[in-house]
């Protein structure tokens, strides 16, 4: 089942890019702004993190985002109307598109591109996309701990879903398995986005998502919880004795 695995994530950064006109960046200076970058509408804390130890582990190569989903969501379709936020309201067509070339097509492209090479040696290839969530959202609590995001019509991406969360239950049964929770895996997003363009034979995409209350709960247990994404992932590819540290 061993397979060629490109990691990404979305939503790995808060920065406001220095590339973006001044106007714009002081919009992000403002107390309001400041505290929505820090929290979860600004990145989701803990993905970086989590995409350079699967990285690591299976020497896959990584594409994290440089810039805020404030400022343009690397995981929405151009015709999304979340792909901006409201601190970007009132800009006219041509900054819009500006900002869409600075900063969501280089992403898109470099995805496209690793998996393209992937693809080139191999078939099929894993796309494991990033991600973490908030606990709670508009009152919604969200109890589940970690989460895999899928199309369940895709054989290939439910058995990976399978395997993964079974190696799961086995390693912690203390936490919470979701699927396709709190967000479907058909929805908008880039791993749909790549369905369009490799069948499902090619292309196997999985989101994987954190809540992030683990990401803050000390450093003890969020290191575990890193390294149990990754070796149940190892586990789930026939990886186990392939470490390479
Ligand atoms: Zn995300």
Redesign the pocket.
Known sequence: MTQSIVITA??ASNAVPKSLPSELRARFAESGAVKALASHRGF?AG?LELARALARRFDAPLVAATCTRLVVDL?RSLHHRALFSSFMDGLDAPAREAIVDAHWRPHRERVERELTEALEQRRPVLHVAV??FTPELDGDVRTMDVALLYDPQRPLEKALADRWLGAFATRRPDLVLARNRPYRGTADGLTTHLRGVWGPDAYIGIEVEINQRHVVSGRGGWQRLVADVVETLAEAEGRRDVRRH
């Open positions: 979305e939503h989701d993905s995981n991600h973490s």
